[in-house]
Structures are given as structure tokens and as C-alpha cells.
């Protein structure tokens, strides 16, 4: 082999890889961006994730591509791994389809018509209308079309260009002792793993397999060791692409790696064994690229047939590896830009995002009340922490529907855009009221103060009516019920009056000698902040009220609330003034 075949094989695959990524993107942009929402919409069981997986890595023509979308979902929330995994078995499974578009450079001619099915004839006809596509129409589609002949072209003539390369080898007896080192299962598993792993791409790995199988030195037993390498190097890219995502993405990550070790351990025990008993004939067969194909297709369906019911005992075996413990991490959110253009998927990860949101503010507000006479430090610094959290929410989901509303959205979609919106502010200030309670509870402690017996008891009916109004709201927020966010107002009204009857029963304490200034000044923080509480989930309710009325007009709403009160308002109001009344104890 001279240098010229080296810089021939070498300038192969740098036009294979090339061309395969031209023909992937062409593909994918000839989707009309489609294949992540169907992807996320379609895996609600295991057959049609795996079905889906498959598909999807057809179409992109890139195993690692499929996985790291479905890694996307983990990561943000919007599918579970049990989801996922089926996924990513679909993708093992698809990305053989390369190696059968990799057979059509093989096809020979004889002369004549038959000559017009030949390689180069079919390259050249291919390139020349991709070409033409690519520069000529101004039409996104087409040109997108053009990308993809123009891909399939380059990938053919890098093939060409490999095997010509190669074709010399079957002469060298260097070569061939290589060839028969590989005969040892676990050394040709590694090689295989390797030529994965730097050609970062299985597809590729194969094509070289299919070059090389030209020469007719390659037999059955070299390349099956070599095959299971590289499915297992696949896993390389996509173990890379999950740094710096959270637990559900390193766990989809591993999942692939992990099911491409255990299918290839099974499959090389059940074959070395069951070739020890009874010697398969076929072990010394000459292979040649469409061979290559079908051991390299057969091997990765019976990975998956082994694999697929034990989906279950995948799934803890990944969370036994990386424990949540062990690897969670701060930020939560894992808004994800690139969702941005498909609304549906960008609306669905506002929602879990603004929800976990929601519940972080409920239970920093839960918790703060909480620490008023039972104070902890420990206790002050989650609410910290989920105060912190607060803020950071707002900053990344106002920024991030921001962007998302200059999107060609449906009518419930800009509906939910707008109540996410218009509601960020004030789940944000309630987890900033819990951290002023909190504070309260502090100084509470540490100055040693105490409240009179009827001061206790009028607090504790202002902490279970702002219990109640949180609960009330946070179930209507996720639920979208109106008729449950009807109710908010009349309770925040109550609130209202409780704080008003709270204070002037202060000021009389005050004037009796009962209750010191000292008190007064914390006594007065607690009420204003669980009075504010109740103005934030009353502005929630509205603004879901209003919106999902048709219009958004709060003061509007409001004005007309208490000016009109209705049946059912006065019912709930008069049903939350009996049940949070204080009694007279002042």
C-alpha cells in the first residue's frame, strides 16, 4: 500500500463523513423540523418509541443525532427516561440503514444499457441534479433536496474512493496476520470500538468495514467482533453531548452505552457458545458489502429483541449507575433554545418549568410559616435557596417566552404563553415574601421575642387562610380550572379583613400595655407580608380568569368584583369569613 492509497483512503472517508452530514442535514431541514415533535408526541409506549427511534434515525441517518434530541426531552423534563429508552433502541436499530444505502457503490455495470446502473453513472446523474437544485432554485425545499443528492453523491465517491484505496491489501502479508488477530472475539470487539470512537460515527466505521470487505479478505469471523465494536463506540458522541445536562440526561445518555454493552455481551455469548457446540458453517465466508450490511442489520435486531423486555430492569440499572443524589444539580430549568421553533414542545417545557416553579414558591411560603415559633437554621437556608430559585426562574422563563411570542402561535398557545407571562412576577414575589417571613422568624428567635396568647391565636388563622388561598390557587394555576380560581378573590377579601381586624386588635393591645413596640414592629411584618401573599394569588387567579375569557383586563375585573358581588361570590366569601373568623379575641 503506497502513500498514495494512504492519502486516497484517508480522502475517502473525509468524503464519506462530509457527505453523510450533508445528506443527514438535507434530510432533516427536509422534514420541515417535524421529527422532534413527533418524537415527543408519539412514545407513549414502549413498541411505538422503538418503532419512532428507528424512523427518525432513517430519516437523519444518524444514531447519535435521535439520541441526543430524545436527551433534549429528559433533560428538560418533558419525557421520562422509561419513555426514552425504547427510543434510543429504535436508533441502534436504524442506523444500519447506512450501511444498505452504502451498497448501492457497489453496483456494477456490464456495458451497454445495463452500464447506465452502474456507480459512477448513478453518482454522476445524482450530483449533477443535486447541483443544479442546490444553485439554481431559489425554493428552500428544493434546494434542501439538492443538499440531499448532493450528499449521496459525495458519500458514493468517497466510498469509490476507499475501496480503491484498499484494494491492493489482500496482497500484504501483514494484512493478513491483522486479519487473523481479529478472529479473537475481544480484540475485534476493541478494534471495532476504536474505529468508532475516532471516526466519532458507527456509519462510517461500517462503510470502512464494506471497503475492506472489497478485497475478499475479510470473513465472517473478523467482521462480526468488529460490528459489535462499533455499535458500542457509537455511544462515544452521545455520552459527550450529555456534559453539562442534569441527571435525566446523563441517565438517557447512558442508556445507550449501557444497552450496546449488554446486547453485545449477550449476543457474542449466545453465538460463541452456540458455535462451540455445533461449528456454524459460515464462519469463513468471504464477505462483501451487502453482507457486511445484513450481519450488521441481523446483529443490531437480535440486540433488540433481546433487550426490549427488560426495559424495566435498563431503566434501574441507569439510575443504580448515576443516583440522583450524586448527581443533582443546582439549576432545574433546562430551557431549551432550539425547541423555540416548534411552539407546541416550547409551551409544553414553559409548563413543567413555570409548575415547578409554582410549587417551589408554594412550599418556600409553606415553610416560612412554618419557621414562625419553630425557627431553624437549616430551615432558613431551603428557604434561601428556593427564594434564589425564584429568581432565577423569572429571569430564564420571561426571557425564554419572550422569544417564543414572536412565534406563529395557535389561539390556546398564545392564551398559555400570555397567562405564563403575566403570572411569573408573582409566583417569583411570593417566594420573596416567604424569605421576608422567614426573616421575621429570625429575629423572632434571636431577640428572644414573644407574642400574647390572643396575638398567637390571630396568627394562626391569618397562616391557615393563606394556606388555604395558596392551595386554592396553585390547584387551579395547574389545573386550569375557572371555577375553583372564582374562589380566590372572595378568600383574598377575607384575608383582608382579618389583616385590618389583626392590627386595630394590635394597636388596643398597645394602648393596654399588653404587647411592646418591639412586638408591634414584627407582628406588623407578618401581617403585611401574608396580606401581600393573598394579593399575589389573587392577580394568579385573575389573570387565569381573564384569559381564559378572552380577554385580559384585570383592574377591570377586580372593579367589577367588588362593586357587583354576585351569588357566588358572596356565598364563598361568607363561607371563608365564618371559618377564618377571629372571634373577637383581642
Not at 416553579?357 to 415553610?367: F, G, K, S, T
Not at 396568627?459 to 396553585?474: C, G, N, P, Q
Amino acid at each position: 500500500m503506497t502513500i498514495s492509497d494512504i492519502i486516497s483512503l484517508f480522502s475517502g472517508i473525509a468524503l464519506f463523513l462530509f457527505g453523510m452530514t450533508l445528506m443527514g442535514d438535507g434530510l432533516k431541514a427536509t422534514s420541515g423540523n417535524k421529527l422532534e415533535p413527533v418524537l415527543f408526541r408519539l412514545t407513549d409506549t414502549p413498541l411505538k418509541g422503538l418503532v419512532l427511534g428507528s424512523g427518525v434515525t432513517t430519516v437523519i441517518q444518524s444514531s447519535s443525532a435521535t439520541s441526543v434530541i430524545v436527551m433534549g426531552f429528559v433533560n428538560s423534563g418533558m419525557m421520562k427516561l422509561k419513555q426514552a429508552i425504547p427510543v434510543i433502541l429504535g436508533a441502534i436499530l436504524g442506523t444500519s440503514i447506512t450501511g444498505w444505502i452504502i451498497c448501492l457503490s457497489y453496483i456494477e455495470g456490464a456495458g451497454g444499457v445495463s452500464s447506465l446502473l452502474s456507480t459512477s453513472t448513478l453518482t454522476g446523474v445524482v450530483a449533477i441534479i443535486g447541483i443544479f437544485l442546490r444553485l439554481f432554485c431559489k425554493d428552500k425545499g428544493r434546494r434542501h433536496i439538492g443538499d440531499i443528492m448532493m450528499g449521496f453523491a459525495i458519500l458514493m465517491f468517497g466510498m469509490s474512493a476507499m475501496s480503491g484505496s484498499v484494494g491492493g491489501l489482500k496482497d500484504q502479508v501483514w494484512f493478513d496476520r491483522l486479519l487473523s488477530t481479529l478472529r479473537n472475539p475481544l480484540f475485534g470487539i476493541f478494534v471495532g470500538i476504536m474505529i468508532s470512537v475516532l471516526l466519532q460515527s458507527a456509519s462510517a466505521a461500517v462503510g470502512i468495514v464494506q471497503a475492506l470487505s472489497v478485497t475478499g479478505a475479510i470473513v465472517f469471523d473478523n467482521a462480526l467482533p468488529l460490528l459489535m465494536g462499533i455499535s458500542i463506540g457509537a455511544a462515544l458522541p452521545v455520552m459527550i453531548a450529555s456534559l453539562g445536562t442534569n441527571t435525566g440526561g446523563k441517565r438517557t445518555a447512558l442508556s445507550y452505552l449501557v444497552s450496546c454493552i449488554l446486547g453485545v455481551m449477550t449476543c457474542a455469548s449466545l453465538y460463541y457458545i452456540a458455535d462451540a457446540v455445533f461449528t456454524f458453517p459460515f464462519e469463513g465466508i468471504a464477505m462483501t458489502p451487502v453482507r457486511v450490511a445484513i450481519v450488521n442489520t441481523v446483529l443490531r435486531m437480535c440486540m433488540i429483541v433481546l433487550l426490549f423486555p427488560f426495559l424495566d430492569i435498563l431503566e434501574a440499572l441507569v439510575c443504580l449507575i448515576i443516583s440522583e443524589k450524586n448527581t443533582k444539580t443546582r439549576d432545574e430549568i433546562s430551557l431549551n433554545d432550539r425547541f423555540i421553533r416548534h411552539p407546541s414542545l416550547a409551551i409544553e417545557q414553559s409548563r413543567l418549568a413555570i409548575s415547578r416553579m409554582a410549587e417551589e414558591a408554594h412550599q418556600a411560603v409553606l415553610d416560612a410559616m412554618h419557621l414562625v415559633g419553630r425557627y431553624s437554621d437549616k430551615e432558613y437556608d431551603e428557604i434561601a435557596e428556593l427564594e434564589d430559585s425564584g429568581d432565577h426562574y423569572e429571569d430564564e422563563l420571561g426571557s425564554f417566552l419572550m422569544k417564543l411570542s414572536g412565534q406563529d402561535l395557535t389561539d390556546r398557545q398564545e392564551r398559555e404563553s400570555t397567562i405564563f407571562l403575566h403570572t411569573l412576577s408573582d409566583l417569583e414575589r411570593l417566594s420573596d415574601h416567604a424569605m421576608n417571613i422567614a426573616g421575621s422568624a429570625r429575629e423572632i428567635h434571636e431577640k428572644q421575642i414573644s407574642f400574647s396568647e390572643e396575638a398567637y391565636h390571630e396568627i394562626s388563622v391569618i397562616t391557615a387562610a393563606v394556606r388555604e388561598i395558596l392551595d386554592i390557587t396553585m390547584k387551579a394555576f395547574s389545573g386550569e380550572d375557572i371555577q375553583l380560581a372564582m374562589r380566590v378573590e372572595p378568600l383574598e377579601e377575607v384575608i383582608d379583613d382579618i389583616s385590618d381586624e389583626m392590627k386595630l386588635n394590635h394597636i388596643e393591645r398597645l394602648q393596654q400595655g399588653r404587647c411592646s413596640i418591639s412586638q408591634g414592629f414584627i407582628f406588623n411584618d407578618l401581617i403585611t407580608d401574608y396580606e401581600r401573599i393573598s394579593d399575589h394569588c389573587s392577580n394568579i387567579a385573575v389573570a387565569l380568569i381573564e384569559i381564559y375569557s378572552g380577554s385580559f383586563a384585570t383592574h377591570e375585573y377586580l372593579g367589577q368584583v367588588k362593586e357587583e358581588h354576585n351569588d357566588i361570590f358572596d356565598k364563598c366569601y361568607n363561607e371563608y369569613k365564618t371559618r377564618f373568623a377571629l372571634h373577637g379575641n383581642a
